[in-house]
């Protein structure tokens, strides 16, 4: 089991910036694929960033340009930084790792575990 927490969601103003980590217990953290989606009112979950190693990065067109994934594999954490924010970006975000697979994929059901969730409001 690999449990996944993110933190680091919030309040913030249309055109401001947020890091969202989520820390991850699995212990093959550096051979997993790992992304985030998000979840906004009303809607299915979708797509957000995935990445396998530094320079290894994917994103979803409505945030490329203003999001950045990243990871430490000694922190066993994974990055998800924002900026430019819209409030079309007000969504719980979820953190999902592929174990022990390194793969470019957008797909959810190819995510093995998943984050609780943690809510980001743009407030305009």
């Known amino acids: 089991q690999v449990q996944l927490v993110e933190s680091g969601g919030g309040l913030v103003q249309a055109g401001g910036s947020l890091r969202l980590s989520c820390a991850s217990s699995?212990?093959?953290?550096?051979?997993?694929?790992m992304a985030w989606f998000r979840q906004a009112p009303g809607k299915e979950r979708q797509f957000v960033a995935s990445?396998?190693?530094?320079?290894?990065?994917y994103y979803a067109d409505s945030l490329k340009g203003r999001a950045a994934i990243s990871r430490d594999n000694v922190k066993r954490t994974v990055y998800l930084e924002m900026s430019s924010l819209k409030p079309e970006d007000t969504a719980v975000y979820y953190c999902?790792?592929?174990?022990?697979?390194?793969?470019?994929?957008?797909?959810?059901?190819?995510?093995?575990?998943w984050g609780q969730g943690t809510q980001v409001t743009v407030s305009s």
């Open positions: 699995g212990r093959t953290f550096s051979g997993d694929t």
């Open positions: 999902a790792a592929r174990v022990g697979q390194l793969v470019r994929t957008a797909t959810q059901d190819n995510y093995d575990y």
């Open positions: 990445i396998l190693w530094p320079g290894a990065t």
